[in-house]
Structure formats: structure tokens, C-alpha cells
């Protein structure tokens, strides 16, 4: 992994810009065999997120994915964000993920797509 992937990985795992609780709507989802536990509240207007966030816990991989992934969709059409692809958070990550480990990155778009459900 290059290093200044991994310096991205690491910062947004010890000081996440997204995390924290807003009123709205909200979706949550685990990864079983690692542990990894994420709740994300958002708030939609005309089927735009204006506001989101995110908490809870896990590796690494899965919150530095989670934080990414919220600054990149604030303020797009949910429906966007639901035609999104893990490979999309890969790229955001800038790194190349072993198969155990996109589950940990792609938990947050899962998550999001279950918003509004």
C-alpha cells in the first residue's frame, strides 16, 4: 500500500470528519465476521442528502471507507448514490483491497443504500 494511502487510511480513522448522530432518517449494518458496526443518520430534502453522519465501530478499513464515502455524497440525489459500486470507494481509498477486506470498505455504501427504504 502506498504510503500516502495509508496516511489517509489512518487519519480518517483516528479523527473522522463525518462522525456523530443528526435527526433524519437512519440505516445500520454489521459485518459479522469482523466486527465492524456502522449507523448512519442522514438528512434527505427532495431526495438530496444535506446532511449525513455516521457512527459506531470497527477496523481501519471500514470507518476510513464509511468517511470518505460521506464527503463524497453530501449533497447528491440518493438515487445516485444508490448505482454506486464498492469499486467506487476502492478508488476513493486509493488502495487494493483483499475480498475480506471490501466488505469492510463497501459496509458504508450498503448502509446508505438502505437509507429511505
Same mark, same amino acid.
Request: glycine share 10%; hydrophobic share 40%.
Given at each position: 500500500?502506498?504510503? @500516502?494511502?495509508?496516511? /489517509?487510511? =489512518?487519519?480518517?480513522?483516528?479523527?473522522?470528519?463525518?462522525? +456523530?448522530? @443528526?435527526?433524519?432518517? !437512519?440505516?445500520?449494518? $454489521?459485518?459479522?465476521?469482523? %466486527?465492524? &458496526?456502522? /449507523?448512519?443518520?442522514?438528512?434527505?430534502?427532495?431526495?438530496?442528502?444535506? !446532511? =449525513?453522519?455516521?457512527? %459506531?465501530?470497527?477496523?481501519? @478499513? *471500514?470507518? $476510513?471507507?464509511?468517511? /470518505? #464515502? #460521506?464527503?463524497?455524497?453530501?449533497?447528491?440525489? #440518493? *438515487?445516485? @448514490?444508490? &448505482?454506486? *459500486? +464498492?469499486? !467506487?470507494?476502492?478508488?476513493?481509498?486509493?488502495? !487494493?483491497?483483499?475480498?475480506?477486506? &471490501?466488505k469492510c470498505a463497501y459496509l458504508g455504501l450498503?448502509?446508505?443504500?438502505? /437509507?429511505?427504504?
Open positions: 500500500m502506498d504510503d @500516502i494511502y495509508r496516511d /489517509l487510511i =489512518i487519519d480518517r480513522y483516528q479523527n473522522p470528519k463525518n462522525r +456523530g448522530k @443528526i435527526k433524519g432518517i !437512519e440505516a445500520s449494518e $454489521a459485518n459479522l465476521l469482523c %466486527g465492524d &458496526k456502522l /449507523l448512519i443518520s442522514a438528512e434527505i430534502k427532495n431526495g438530496v442528502i444535506t !446532511e =449525513i453522519k455516521f457512527d %459506531g465501530g470497527g477496523c481501519a @478499513i *471500514s470507518m $476510513a471507507a464509511v468517511d /470518505l #464515502l #460521506l464527503d463524497k455524497i453530501k449533497g447528491k440525489k #440518493l *438515487s445516485e @448514490i444508490k &448505482k454506486m *459500486s +464498492g469499486k !467506487e470507494v476502492e478508488e476513493m481509498m486509493g488502495v !487494493e483491497l483483499t475480498p475480506a477486506r &471490501k450498503e448502509v446508505v443504500k438502505k /437509507l429511505g427504504e
